[in-house]
């Protein structure tokens, strides 16, 4: 699957921000968010916002990393203000990526150094709370297929899989296949075991783990099928994980599958 062009990306954030900002504006500060239950619509509001004015200011200083001292922006009172402030840092998040080329080192928490991991990032950060604030008040619109289907890829890859520098992965051989039904994307991945230490917190790890595979030439074990859409917001956990009919169509081994279920099955806000 081929990464969607760079102005493409941009795009795509400056439209799903403004359909977030516009279904927010409407809606009760205090309303629950489905997908993040300890969060109100105020809460939401604001998560956006600061994220996106962090991201602004990591593209604002690359290639160095933000100073870890740095004071964020301070939340408004009022909702009215929320919504001014999410304005402000929405506005200067697109005029930083517009100033910058994609290929420009920059610091993430990701192997990709680059300006083009926010890009796509915060592409799909903001396609994901846009699908937040229409749950949170009760309304839906249609989301592109193509950065659906990247998002599958990339919370495949990037969100669950993805193995750090002092970490190891160990595949087993055995492979499930994600597959857009929609768009025609598939997505392998290899269930393994992830071990390490971090050496920031000295946290050891030795657990289930999944990494995306190019093809490997054989019948996958397991199946995972359905529209972009509806995968992107099943693996963001969007979804009623307890009405198997809201999510993708499984067929093959159930073991296979459930090891897999397992690992995705984690919040991601």
Known sequence: ???????????????????????????????RVPGCPDW??????????????FWAEVVRTRPSAPAEDAPGPERPASYDALLAAFDQHSAALLAQLRSADPADPAWTWSSEQTVGFTYRRQALEALVHRVDAEQTAGRASLIDPALAADGVLEALDVMFGGTPPWGRFDGSGQHVRVDCTDT?????????RFTGTDPRTATSYDETDIGVVADPGGAPDAVVAGPAALLLTWLWRRTD??????????????DVHARFAAVVDQPLT
């Not at 439209?15 to 809606?27: D, I, Q, Y």
């Not at 025609?184 to 393994?192: A, F, I, M």
């Open 241 to 254: 994980r307890d009405d198997p009919a809201a999510g993708p169509r499984v067929s093959g081994d159930p």
């Open 40 to 53: 109100s619509a105020a809460d939401l509001l604001w998560h956006l916002a600061e994220v996106q004015w």
């Open 184 to 192: 025609g994307d598939r997505v392998w991945v290899e269930l393994g």
């Open 1 to 31: 699957m081929a990464p969607l062009a760079p102005l493409d990306y941009l795009a795509h954030l400056q439209r799903e921000s403004t359909r977030f900002r516009e279904v927010l504006a409407t809606t009760p500060a205090d309303a």
